[in-house]
């Protein structure tokens, strides 16, 4: 069974960093894709940024292009988070897939409990 824990949420001033952090557990960490989705109150789930096994290959939003960054070391997948807006403003979810790398959280079968991040104007 995989566990994931985020951490590293919290309330910033627009235009501040963040950098959350993501622990895997459970089983073999490169075995896995593991990328980051967001859920801002009243809206859908939706996909940020994405790393294949090994971080062979990244994948971001446009609306986050070129702001935020993944990455992982042996054991967690990172997301640094620059100029952040208030429009950033939501909970943070890990997800991670055997089989699967894309920006379909419903094929993901791992989920972490959710990091808070909100950004004031």
């Known amino acids: 069974q995989v566990n994931l824990v985020e951490s590293g949420g919290g309330l910033v001033q627009a235009g501040s960093s963040l950098r959350l952090s993501c622990l895997f557990s459970g089983r073999a960490f490169s075995d896995y894709a593991l990328s980051w989705f967001r859920q801002a109150p009243g809206k859908e789930r939706e996909f940020v940024a994405g790393?294949?096994?090994?971080?062979?290959a990244t994948d971001y939003a446009d609306s986050v292009k070129g702001r935020f960054t993944i990455s992982r070391d042996s054991t967690k997948v990172y997301l640094q988070m620059n100029s952040l807006k208030p429009e950033d403003t939501a909970v943070y979810y890990c997800a991670a897939d055997q089989n699967y790398s894309g920006r379909h959280g419903g094929l993901y079968n791992f989920w972490g409990q959710g990091t808070q991040v909100t950004v004031s104007s």
């Open positions: 790393t294949g096994w090994r971080l062979s």
